[in-house]
């Protein structure tokens, strides 16, 4: 499904869409890490922003 970009809150805010490359980039700028860091731990633990946050800082440590 594509990205409605007219709509800018709420739930699109709380997903990562890894297929928009201007989400690609913030997302991974956000969280510190690579766009393929990213990718991957969207592959691992879903696209919801908060898992995939949560996922990115146990593995740092």
């Known amino acids: 499904m594509a990205d ?5 809150g709420g739930q699109d805010r709380q997903r990562i869409n890894v297929n928009e490359p201007y989400e690609l980039r913030d997302w991974a700028a956000k969280f510190g890490v690579t766009t ?10 879903g696209d919801r922003a908060a898992e995939v946050e949560h996922h990115l800082k146990a593995q740092r440590g």
Do not use: G, I, N, W
């Open 4 to 8: 409605d970009k007219s709509k800018t």
């Open 36 to 45: 393929e860091q990213l990718r991957q731990a969207v592959a691992q633990v």
